[in-house]
């Protein structure tokens, strides 16, 4: 069973800096690629950010310049680093964890707040 975990939500004035936590039960390396996502209220989830298995990163274009992904395989943790936060930022922030093409493991999420 797959469990992913995130913190380091909350809130934070706009220009602020937040780094969210992902938390995987086990070997980050098992996995494709790990991401964040966000939604909004009453929109879709979005991809905010991606690492694949070998390290390459991708990023949308809302994140481009202010968020930047990484991970600690010793413990098990990918990061997203925040700066230079908006209002538009304010979601619950996802993480996610893809393997084999076809299966997708989500968290539970995190909120992030971001006042004007």
């Known amino acids: 069973q797959v469990q992913l975990v995130e913190s380091g939500g909350g809130l934070v004035q706009a220009g602020g800096s937040l780094r969210l936590s992902c938390a995987a039960s086990g070997s980050i390396f098992s996995f494709d690629t790990m991401g964040w996502h966000r939604q909004a209220p009453g929109d879709q989830r979005e991809l905010v950010a991606t690492i694949s298995r070998w390290g390459s990163t991708n990023y949308a274009d809302s994140g481009k310049g202010r968020f930047t992904i990484s991970r600690d395989s010793a413990k098990n943790t990918v990061y997203l680093q925040m700066n230079s936060l908006a209002p538009e930022d304010t979601a619950v922030y996802y993480c996610?964890?893809?393997?084999?093409?076809?299966?997708?493991?989500w968290g539970q999420g995190t909120q992030v707040t971001v006042s004007s």
């Open positions: 996610a964890a893809h393997r084999g093409g076809t299966k997708t493991y």
